[in-house]
């Protein structure tokens, strides 16, 4: 969402020529491509914070957008492709995955971020992940992200300077990094992209169910987003085999998602001891118990948290390199999160800023900088430089 500055002069033209401003007096680079490269940003960045058509839309043919379906390995997938319209020709190609919503490909945050990206010249494949469509998040997730990368692989049209990048958002950012280290895939790819993700699970649910976290120099709270503890919480429940205790938590999550406050204690009062596993570990709000109430939890719950868990893999051994961008007050998943991120692989480039609100764009004058800084990293990215 597009906000005004102080001058209220709409953001999508003050950022063009703030931009073109630093570019000519502060930037300090030279030559004619990085210039171009940095007014291209600035363009972008306010096409993507715009609520209508930005600046880079005036300037641009419309993307071409089509859906697909491909095979690799015998498994049937479908995507939705954008291409850059009429004139213009990609200089990447992008696999860009979608996080929790019901929208899934189609949900119009989604959509309109794709459509900027093949402005910027990204051919732009956003395959449909229906486990994220039902507000789930799985291991085996990484598996539609790396069909979308061997498909382009496999059409070298797709791909004219043969570079090739993944980006995901917030929880769907785990099993992109885990698609990014199997073999095959890492071979393929050139650069990944996290907007707003995690790292470590267990301080991930430890912020978001009793609002502390650890990642830093010293234990932090935040006041906790109730309807974010129940979403992610709750999309577990599908692991729930007492058919009583799953559909009593599922209405639990289903009256907290609309109110925080509603009451569930006579819904928790019925619970047996499967479910109560869940009810504690959401209810609970003491830092200190949260790995206690991990380990009580059902066998399958606690190995699909595990297999999500980017602190347990060799990070060192990630390829390609990883641009992340990530909110300072982010309200769902910490920032140190992706700073922990940044320093575990051998190429990370970090941008936290605080007009991203966990992964909506919210401008303020003090955040543009650093907003600009890392759509300009994304266009080196797609540059190859």
């Given at each position: 969402m597009s906000r005004q500055t102080n001058q209220e002069q709409p953001v999508s033209a003050s950022l063009a020529v703030w931009a073109v401003i630093l570019t000519m007096f502060g930037a300090g680079l030279s030559g004619c491509a990085a210039i171009d490269r940095q007014y291209e940003a600035a363009l972008l960045l306010s096409e993507l914070a715009a609520e209508e058509d930005g600046a880079l839309a005036r300037r641009t043919p419309s993307p071409h957008r089509q859906e697909i379906s491909y095979e690799i390995d015998g498994e049937h997938y479908i995507a939705d492709l954008y291409r850059p319209g009429e004139g213009s020709e990609a200089r990447a190609a992008f696999v860009l995955t979608h996080g929790f919503t019901a929208y899934g490909k189609d949900d119009p945050r989604l959509v309109a971020f794709a459509e900027g990206l093949a402005r910027a010249r990204f051919n732009v494949l956003v395959p449909d992940v229906p486990s994220l469509r039902e507000l789930q998040v799985h291991p085996?997730?990484?598996?539609?992200?790396?069909?979308?990368?061997?498909?382009?692989?496999?059409?070298?049209?797709?791909?004219?300077?043969?570079?090739?990048?993944?980006?995901?958002?917030?929880?769907?950012?785990?099993?992109?990094?885990?698609?990014?280290?199997?073999?095959?895939?890492?071979?393929?790819?050139?650069?990944?992209?996290?907007?707003?993700?995690?790292?470590?699970?267990?301080?991930?649910?430890?912020?978001?169910?009793?609002?502390?976290?650890?990642?830093?120099?010293?234990?932090?709270?935040?006041?906790?987003?109730?309807?974010?503890?129940?979403?992610?919480?709750?999309?577990?429940?599908?692991?729930?085999?007492?058919?009583?205790?799953?559909?009593?938590?599922?209405?639990?999550?289903?009256?907290?998602?609309?109110?925080?406050?509603?009451?569930?204690?006579?819904?928790?009062?019925?619970?047996?001891?499967?479910?109560?596993?869940?009810?504690?570990l959401l209810t609970n709000r003491d830092p200190d118990q949260v790995s206690v109430l991990l380990a009580a939890l059902p066998e399958d719950i606690q190995a699909e948290i595990s297999a999500l868990d980017l602190a347990n893999e060799r990070l060192d051994r990630f390829q390609p390199a990883l641009l992340l961008i990530h909110g300072s007050d982010d309200p769902i998943i910490p920032a140190t999160h992706s700073r922990a991120l940044a320093a575990e692989v051998r190429e990370g480039e970090l941008y936290v800023v605080g007009g991203l609100n966990h992964v909506d764009i919210d401008l303020r004058l003090r955040d543009r900088w650093r907003l600009w800084r890392a759509t300009v990293a994304l266009l080196r990215l797609r540059d190859g430089v």
């Open positions: 085996s997730d990484r598996r539609f992200i790396a069909a979308a990368v061997l498909f382009l692989h496999e059409h070298a049209e797709l791909v004219p300077e043969g570079r090739i990048g993944v980006g995901a958002f917030s929880y769907a950012v785990g099993p992109m990094i885990l698609a990014a280290m199997e073999p095959a895939v890492a071979r393929q790819l050139d650069f990944t992209v996290a907007i707003g993700g995690y790292y470590d699970v267990e301080d991930a649910i430890r912020f978001l169910t009793t609002g502390y976290h650890d990642l830093g120099p010293e234990r932090v709270w935040a006041q906790p987003q109730q309807v974010a503890k129940w979403s992610f919480l709750g999309s577990y429940l599908y692991r729930i085999e007492h058919p009583q205790d799953r559909a009593l938590l599922e209405e639990m999550v289903r009256r907290r998602q609309h109110d925080p406050d509603a009451d569930i204690d006579s819904l928790a009062a019925e619970l047996e001891a499967e479910g109560r596993t869940i009810y504690n």
